[in-house]
């Protein structure tokens, strides 16, 4: 039976170090605060947004709440992002997606500070990653590579394949795993031969937001699969891209859906804003 990678326990360990962190930066005048900004009443975001202030008081930083109605204006949307902006006692921002179909998101995510965009999806942040500069990681892919190190698995000289090319997963998780040396494939709807590509895998790492869709049909036997994916399967549970149960008997560790990825995901977010601190002097 492969190893079940445990995010809750992973992300509960990081959230406490962060703890320590800000306790620290607080004893030394620094008080962290990000400002949160939901339009609308999305209820997924509704969950999002909660949990994302939970994880602040968890970890002692302060988080400002904006909830704007669905009417807002995109000029409005960006006046508050630009005051936002300039505010010394605010750390970083984040704006909930999907925002109503009447604002531009690109238009909004371009202009957070990118010494504030925590989410990591400024293009500056997408471009200082890509060089190898310093700046705000994707929230999702960072999780994805502190489950694999404090898992003990390693990454350098690894076949890696990455299913999807989305600018907030697939895309950064390809940059980051080449960072950490592996050698990279990513794959997408338009790849010819997905199985045989997926099979070449030390480490697969899926994100296609297609409910059990791997199978063990695509993992080589004692692989590390990692799965990004929450989906709602037929009877409405929530499950993963992988087929769980399928390729748990073949690969070597696999992440569960959920408690693997999706709370690594706000750890990482809260390591964002205790990073901003250093990013910002
Ligand atoms: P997107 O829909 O933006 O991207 C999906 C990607 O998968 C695309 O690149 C698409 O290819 C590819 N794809 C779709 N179908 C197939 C297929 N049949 N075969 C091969 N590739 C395919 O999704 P996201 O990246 O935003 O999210 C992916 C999943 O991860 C979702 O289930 C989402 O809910 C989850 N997620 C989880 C997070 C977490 O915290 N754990 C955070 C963010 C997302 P193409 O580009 O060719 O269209």
Redesign the pocket.
């Known amino acids: 039976m492969a190893q079940i990678i445990d995010g809750k326990a992973i992300s509960l360990a990081i959230k406490d170090e962060l703890k320590e962190k800000a306790a620290k930066l607080k004893a030394e005048g620094t008080e962290v605060t990000l400002a949160v900004i939901q339009v609308g009443n999305n209820p997924a975001s509704t969950v999002y947004v909660r949990n994302k202030k939970k994880g602040c008081e968890y970890i002692g930083i302060g988080s400002l709440s904006y909830e704007l109605p669905e009417e807002t204006t995109e000029e409005e949307l960006l006046s508050l992002i630009r005051e936002l902006n300039g505010r010394k006692d605010v750390n970083g921002i984040l704006v909930q997606l999907p925002l109503p179909a009447h604002i531009d998101e690109n238009k909004v995510i371009r202009t957070i500070n990118p010494k504030k965009d925590v989410d990591g999806f400024h293009p500056e942040s997408v471009g200082a990653l890509c060089i190898g500069q310093p700046g705000f990681v994707s ?2 892919p960072a ?1 994805v590579i502190e489950l694999l190190k404090r898992s003990g698995i390693s990454i350098e000289g690894k076949e890696c394949v990455i ?8 895309k950064p998780m390809a940059l980051l795993m080449l960072r950490e040396n592996a050698t990279v494939t ?6 010819a031969n ?1 199985k045989e590509v997926a099979k070449r895998a030390d480490i697969l790492i ?6 059990k ?1 791997i199978t063990r049909e695509y993992v080589k036997e004692g692989a590390v699969v990692i799965d ?4 709602r399967d037929a009877d409405n549970k929530l499950c ?2 992988v087929d769980f149960d399928d390729v748990a008997e073949i690969c070597s560790a696999i992440t569960p ?1 959920p408690g ?7 750890a990482m977010l809260l390591n964002n804003c205790i990073q901003s601190v250093e990013l910002q002097k």
Request: charged share 10%.
């Open positions: 929230c999702t999780g299913l999807g090319r989305s600018n907030i997963v697939g990513v794959a997408h709807s338009r790849t997905l899926a994100a296609i937001g297609k409910p869709m990004v994916g929450i989906n993963g891209d859906v693997g990825v999706g709370p690594m995901t706000i």
